[in-house]
């Protein structure tokens, strides 16, 4: 399995969550010599630790050369994780070049709804050889 390398700290609980990608709008809005811009909308549907869906928005840079990029975004999951329901923010940030990926996904702090209120945490995506998604949460209910 390879993935993201993150700043993933072990916390309280840990959740994971396969996950697929059900829609992928992109609109690029800058594509001179060098980088490609696009705003993206992304919508997912978890299952597992977290049973639920997502939408995300986020802004990406590919680069001029192949396999480099980075973006950014927003990502709000809605459902039950762990058997709480509610729903949270994760922060994205996320860089590649060389087949080397780096990325940070955390939990916006105060987001959390529902059960979910407290809710705090970063995560990880783990992508299996078949091209697979999983979603690693580890975090905390306060």
Do not use: Q
């Amino acid at each position: 399995m390879s993935g993201f390398s993150g700043r993933l700290v072990r916390m309280g609980n840990r959740a994971t969550a396969p996950f697929s990608i059900d829609e992928w709008v992109e609109d690029v809005y800058d594509e001179r010599p060098g980088a490609r811009l696009s705003r993206t909308r992304i919508r997912k549907t978890f299952t597992g630790d977290f049973d639920g869906t997502s939408e995300a928005e986020t802004i990406m840079c590919g680069a001029a050369v192949e396999g480099s990029a980075a973006y950014v975004g927003f990502e709000r999951l809605a459902g039950s994780l762990h058997g709480r329901a509610g729903t949270f923010v994760l922060h994205h940030t996320a860089t590649g070049s060389g087949g080397r990926r780096e990325g940070s996904w955390t939990v916006v702090p105060d987001t959390g709804t529902g059960e979910l209120t407290g809710l705090r945490g970063a995560a990880e995506i783990v992508i299996a050889g078949d091209g697979a998604h999983t979603l690693v949460l580890d975090y905390e209910l306060g």
